[in-house]
């Protein structure tokens, strides 16, 4: 095994320790009764989409790039993330994501010079969002960073989703219908969640972006399909409706349903591509080995029930959001541990 794998599979490591702790910080947010613990508790925003997957992005990117000095910009934030939780002050981790993200732009800037394309300027924008995500935090104002780290999640999908759409076709309007999602949602991020207006924007660019990968997904055609392919399908598509109900509660109940936009972009959306990207990503990047089982459609099912509970509570019953953080754990410790399984198991014969 090579040196960048083996510290690759160190970096995995760490990175679902911290994970492990903002949703630790994340359950007693919601009600769980579980020992309070002040940093995951107050930091779990932070930690889980400027510190988890401000390391996991930037990781893919780095190993597909075969450069281990960008393995820099990761480190910095699995270093960050620790100092923080940790209780260290937090002026020098919150530099340090600072420079971590800048790494990761210049490393997706790196990406658009070896490969002009629609889609690796799209990577570049979201890399921008943790970028000034990560700048809008340091000053301590986490509400200001979020329509950016929000940006930074979908804009990094909808990229690598752009990609894969070209082997079905599409044209420049179809490109110009993207950006012009993509222009509408840099705008709510620039105008902010602190009015109306700046979460409508935000909204319709989460709706617009929605519609566009209902149309243009690949996802579409391999859900039909068998095994594998029709499991990531599945879990893509999951995640398009979840992004288009995130528009869709922005657009209609602005000034009540932030929370609920927000988590079902970061719940129903996000992990959603999180499951349905995994068995491709994770040997691609430390050399693991896995297999695919039909019983890992469970915790896909347990997911979408956590991000529904989710919304709904948000919405009308916010004394029962403990179900829904409960369900946002069990469904990947249960997608890890059975494709752990799946992955150790070999066929009969």
Do not use: K
């Not at 990406?111 to 969002?129: E, R, S």
């Not at 989703?161 to 950006?179: C, D, K, P, V, Y």
């Not at 012009?180 to 979460?199: I, K, N, P, R």
């Amino acid at each position: 095994m090579s040196p960048t794998n083996l510290f690759s599979r160190w970096l995995l490591a760490a990175t679902a320790v911290l994970a492990v702790a903002g949703l630790y910080g994340g359950l007693v947010r919601v009600g769980v009764p579980l020992p309070y613990a002040p940093a995951p508790a107050q930091l779990h925003g932070l930690i889980m989409i400027q510190g988890v997957f401000g390391i996991l992005v930037p990781l893919e990117r780095a190993v597909a790039l075969r450069r281990p000095v960008w393995l820099v910009a990761p480190t910095l934030s699995v270093l960050a993330t620790a100092g923080l939780l940790a209780g260290l002050p937090s002026a020098a981790p919150m530099l340090a994501y600072v420079l971590a993200a800048t790494l990761f732009c210049a490393m997706s800037l790196q990406v658009v010079g070896l490969q002009p394309a629609a889609f690796t300027l799209a990577l570049l924008l979201g890399a921008g969002c943790l970028l000034v995500g990560a700048i809008m935090a340091i000053a301590g104002d986490v509400g200001d960073a979020l329509p950016w780290w929000l940006g930074f999640l979908v804009l990094t999908v909808a990229a690598e989703r752009l990609e894969l759409s070209r082997f079905i076709g599409h044209g420049r309007a179809s490109i110009a219908t993207f950006f012009a999602a993509t222009a509408t949602l840099l705008a709510g991020c620039a105008v902010g969640f602190d009015g109306a207006w700046g979460s409508r924007l935000f909204a319709l660019g989460l709706a617009l972006l929605s519609a566009w990968l209902w149309r243009h997904d690949i996802a579409l055609r391999t859900v039909r399909s068998r095994g594998q392919a029709r499991f990531m399908a599945a879990s893509i598509l999951c995640g398009h409706a979840w992004l288009a109900v995130a528009g869709g509660v922005g657009l209609l109940v602005p000034d009540t349903a932030r929370d609920a936009l927000i988590h079902a972009v970061t719940i129903g959306f996000t992990l959603s591509m999180v499951m349905g990207h995994a068995l491709v990503i994770l040997p691609a990047v430390a050399g693991l080995r896995l297999r695919y089982s039909p019983s890992l459609f469970a915790p896909l099912a347990i997911l979408q029930a956590a991000a529904g509970s989710r919304v709904l509570t948000d919405l009308w019953l916010i004394d029962c959001l403990w179900v829904s953080g409960l369900l946002t754990v069990l469904a990947p410790a249960l997608f890890a541990t059975l494709l752990a399984r799946s992955s150790h198991t070999r066929p009969a014969g």
